[in-house]
Every structure is written in structure tokens, then in C-alpha cells.
């Protein structure tokens, strides 16, 4: 069944338009596409999202094998409104209620007991259910459209950067789904803040764009998961998904974290090492140091005070390392104030955990 629909839809449509004028015979078009068991790539403020009905098992199942994703990793149900919750979720307690009504539509997904409508397929076989109300107006649009709950991962074929822009989802699923929205890059280019009200206090199983202080400062406590910057095999991440290595360019990555020119000379001679030995290398670096490499392709993420551009141009940066065939790449630590935790969870899986610490003279590498 499968093959055959491969066979068929061998080019997704691809639908172009802008957040500002969405076109709403295009989205009625690709929301008729998913209520009907098809598959839609959207932008979302956050990544590219990968949508299918959220209440149809096939259609989950579908998400799946298009990503080559192991189907025990669940998926978020997207919504768009807020009524819409009650349907889905079950034990909705207080405190998420009001970040709900202070963070949606938004880059937060918020974990609950799930109700008997949602299909096992969608959850990964959990009794709970991640949720999301996106911001971006294509795809709220889009999902009224679907009938009101589209399950979407992110829309990169598994161990890939997610997707920022529409050609990174074109480069990964063209064959794989029906239909491609084109909505222009996206806004933060990190996948949404993952909270579990499952739990008391809830906990943040995946840091985002909203952070931990924000949440503190919004609902009192929050707790971060301590699976999500452990190397130890002893202590897993209780979100499914952050187990498996994402992320992950082709090349080795290794972070350089310190003082800046602590780290950059470090980078400098580690590259010009491998550069010796006859190794194509990449330097991940900021605004203010790139000019201090004077071997290596350079790619810079932006200014340090502008982390919001940090973060953005993150996973294009990465995929990039993997269009230029480099075999190592180097990258500075980014521990910014709002979206350190975020950026440095996703370059530490990148990385492997490799971590070289520059301000330490004696460390075995
Ligand atoms: O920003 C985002 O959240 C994007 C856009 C498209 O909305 N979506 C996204 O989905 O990042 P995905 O599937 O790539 O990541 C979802 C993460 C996975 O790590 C998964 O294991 C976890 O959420 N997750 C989903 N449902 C869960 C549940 N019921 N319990 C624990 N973790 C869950
Ligand atoms: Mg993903």
C-alpha cells in the first residue's frame, strides 16, 4: 500500500505564500489533503512540521515511514484553539490552563493524559499526549482546515536537522509526502519547549524558545529533566524522542567552549591539524570571532547579542556542513542568556557530547 502510494504521489505540490497573505484556497486545498489520510509539510514558527490527520491511525503510521522514524517515538498534536484541548487531553491541571491562555498560540507543547480519541499510533503507544497551538498563521489556518488536529513531527527524514526553510523539507521528503507549503523560513528555527504535566511539578523534557525561568516566573516551579544534558546511558530522557541521536551532521562534530579567544586559538590549531593531515575542516563560529580563523570554511551564526538570529540559522548552518563535504567541524559553545539551554541541547546531540574545554591547559583530549 505503501510503495504504492509512493509510486503515485512520486513529486509533492509544492504550495508557495507568505504568513502575511496566506493563500486560503491553497490551505483549504492541503487541509482536504489531510482529512482525507494524506500527508502536508507546513511551517510552523518554531521548524517545518511533517502534519497528518492526529485522529487517524493510518495516517500516523504514514508519518512514520515517511521520516524512517521508529514508531515508539510519539508525535505532537497541533491545534488551533484553545478549546480544542479538552477533546484530546484529559486531567488538564490549573497551572496549564493559564500557560495555555499566556503562551499559545506558541512555541510550548504541553503533555497530558490522553482521551480515548486518540489513536495509540499518534502517541507511540503512550498514554499521554503532547500538544501545540502554533502561532504561524499557515499553519493554524491549515489545521482548521484538517478538521482541528494535525500530528506533526518535524518534517526532516530521521537523524536529520529539522527543517528551517521549505527546500530542507523539498531535500528530505519530496518523494515522501503530498504536499509541500512553502511559507518562507521560519521564525525561532528551534523546536517548540516541551512541558510535562503528567507529573507534579511539570518538567521540561526538551528546552526551547520558552524557558525555564520564563515558565518559573508564569506558573511557579518547573523542573527540567535531567536525562536532557546527560551523557550517562544510566539516565534517559523521559520524551522518547530525545534518546536517538538527532541532529547529527555527517562530519564529526566537537564543541570548543571557554573564553572567546581561549576557544578560538583552540579551534585555530585543532583545525590547522587537521588540515595537515589532509582533512577538509569547518568552523561553526560567531560574528565576533570569524575573523580569527584563518584556515578552514568558516560559517558564522550571527552576532552573540542577537541569539534569536543564533538560533535561527542553527540547523541551515549544519546542514550546510553537510553540502560542503567537510570531514570535522568545530563549533564555539553558544551559552546565551534566553536560548543557551535550547541552542547548546541541540549542538551537544550534534556533537555527540564532545566537548573540549579551552580554558583548561592540561585536559586530555
Ligand atoms: O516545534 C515543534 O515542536 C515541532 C513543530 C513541527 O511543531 N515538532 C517537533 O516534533 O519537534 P518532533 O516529533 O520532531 O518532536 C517531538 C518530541 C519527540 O522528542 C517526542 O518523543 C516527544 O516530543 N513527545 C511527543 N509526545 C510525547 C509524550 N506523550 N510523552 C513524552 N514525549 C513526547
Ligand atoms: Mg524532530
Redesign the pocket.
Known amino acids: 500500500m505503501l510503495q504504492a502510494d509512493a509510486e503515485v504521489h512520486c513529486h509533492a505540490k509544492i504550495m508557495r505564500m507568505t504568513e502575511a497573505d496566506p493563500d486560503e484556497a491553497a490551505l483549504r486545498e492541503a487541509g482536504a489533503i489531510l482529512a482525507a489520510g494524506g500527508l502536508v509539510a507546513f511551517p510552523?514558527e518554531?521548524?517545518?512540521?511533517l502534519g497528518g490527520n492526529a485522529l487517524d491511525p493510518e495516517a500516523s503510521r504514514r508519518i512514520y515511514a515517511a521520516k524512517g522514524r521508529p514508531s515508539d517515538?510519539?508525535?505532537?498534536v497541533?491545534i488551533a484553539s484553545i478549546d480544542a484541548l479538552d477533546r484530546i487531553a484529559a486531567e488538564v491541571p490549573e497551572t496549564a490552563k493559564r500557560l495555555a491562555s499566556q503562551c499559545w498560540p506558541g512555541?510550548l507543547?504541553m503533555?497530558f493524559r490522553k482521551r480515548e480519541i486518540v489513536p495509540d499510533e499518534t502517541?507511540?503507544g503512550?498514554d499521554?499526549?503532547?500538544v501545540?497551538f502554533?502561532s504561524n498563521r499557515i499553519a493554524s489556518l491549515l489545521i482548521r482546515y484538517a478538521g482541528g488536529y494535525v500530528a506533526?513531527?518535524?518534517?526532516n527524514t530521521s537523524g536529520r536537522p529539522?527543517p528551517t526553510t521549505a527546500a530542507h523539507v523539498i531535500e528530505d521528503l519530496r518523494d515522501a509526502v503530498d504536499c509541500i507549503i512553502d511559507g518562507g523560513p521560519v521564525e525561532i528555527g528551534l523546536?517548540?519547549t516541551?512541558v510535562?504535566f503528567t507529573v507534579t511539578p511539570p518538567v521540561i523534557?526538551?528546552p526551547?524558545y520558552i524557558n525555564q525561568e520564563m515558565l518559573t516566573e508564569l506558573i511557579g516551579t518547573v523542573d527540567m529533566d535531567p536525562g536532557i544534558q546527560s551523557e550517562s546511558e544510566n539516565i534517559r530522557p523521559?520524551?522518547?524522542?530525545?534518546k536517538y541521536r538527532h541532529y547529527a551532521p555527517k562530519a564529526e562534530l566537537t564543541i570548543v567552549s571557554g573564553t572567546q579567544k581561549n576557544a578560538a586559538e583552540r579551534i585555530a590549531a585543532l583545525v590547522h591539524e587537521q588540515i595537515k593531515a589532509g582533512r577538509k575542516a569547518g568552523i561553526i563560529c560567531s560574528d565576533e570571532t570569524k575573523e580569527m580563523y584563518p584556515e578552514g570554511t568558516v560559517w558564522s551564526l550571527g552576532a552573540r547579542t542577537e541569539e534569536t538570529q543564533i538560533a535561527a540559522h542553527l540547523y541551515g548552518i549544519l546542514r550546510a556542513c553537510d553540502t560542503a563535504g567537510v570531514d570535522v567541524i568545530y563549533s564555539e559553545a553558544f551559552r546565551t542568556p534566553q536560548l543557551g539551554d535550547a541552542i547548546m541541547n541541540r549542538l551537544t546531540k550534534a556533537a555527540g557530547h564532545r566537548i573540549i574545554d579551552a580554558d583548561e591547559k592540561d585536559e586530555q583530549i
Do not use: C, F, W
Not at 518554531?46 to 512540521?49: F, P
Not at 517515538?73 to 505532537?76: A, G, S, T
Not at 523521559?238 to 530525545?242: F, N, Q, R
Open positions: 510552523t518554531t521548524v517545518y512540521g517515538n510519539p508525535l505532537i497541533h512555541p507543547t503533555i502517541t507511540g503512550l499521554s499526549v503532547a501545540r502554533p506533526a513531527p518535524s518534517a529539522s523546536e517548540s516541551i510535562d523534557l526538551r526551547g523521559k520524551a522518547p524522542g530525545m
